[in-house]
C-alpha cells in the first residue's frame, strides 16, 4: 500500500517560464508544479535527489509523499516528470495533491502467475493483453501490482476482468468482460497440396 514516510521540503517559485526554470536547475533545484482538483498550479523547487527517491521506492510514481512547502504540509503524488536525455538528470515534474479519502485513477503493474493449462498440456499460446491496469481506489489503498493465476486457462479460454481478485476498496478502469488475457493455438505451418507442388515443378523444369 501506499506510504508516506518519504517527506519532501521544497520551496515556492516567485516566476514560471524557461528563464526561471533555467535558474533552478543552475541552482542545483529541480522545477516543478504542484496542483490538485480547482486549484490552481503552484511553482515550486525541489531536490532532484527527492524525485529519484520517488521512483525507487516500491509504488514508484504511485507512492504518496508528504509535500513540504515552505513550512505548509499536504500529500501528494508525482504525475509526470522530465529528464535530461543524455545525464538522465531529472529536468522537471508535476505533483498533484490528494486526500485519503478521495480516489484516484492510478496505472498499476499487472502480472500473470502460473503456467496455463492450455499451454502445458495443449501447446498453445498465452497472450497477455494489458501490462499495467489502471485502478480506482483511495491513494492509501493502491496495490503495488495485480498478480492473476492462469494455470486453470485452457485452450481458447480467457481471463476477463470479472475474474480478478482485487483488493478490497480497489476496482479497475474496464469493463467486467475486458479479456486481459487468452491462451490461442498456435497458428499451423501452411502444407503445400501435391498437386501444387507438382504444378511448381514443372514449371521450373520448362524454365531449364
Known sequence: MSSTSITIVATKRSNQGKGPSRRTRAEGK???????????????????????????????????VTLDIDGVQSLAMLKTFDHHPLTRQVTHADFYTVKLDRKVAVPVPFHLVGRARGVAIDGGVLRQI??????????????AKIEADVTGLGLGESLHVRDLVLPEGVSVKLDAGQTIASVFAPEKEEVKAPEAAAAKDAKAAKKK
Open 30 to 64: 529541480v522545477p516543478a508544479i504542484v496542483y490538485g482538483p480547482g486549484e490552481t498550479g503552484v511553482p515550486i523547487a525541489l531536490s532532484g535527489k527527492d524525485v529519484k527517491a520517488i521512483l525507487n521506492a516500491p509504488l514508484g510514481r504511485n507512492t504518496v
Open 130 to 143: 494489458f501490462r499495467s491496469l489502471d485502478v480506482v481506489c483511495t491513494p492509501d489503498k493502491i496495490p
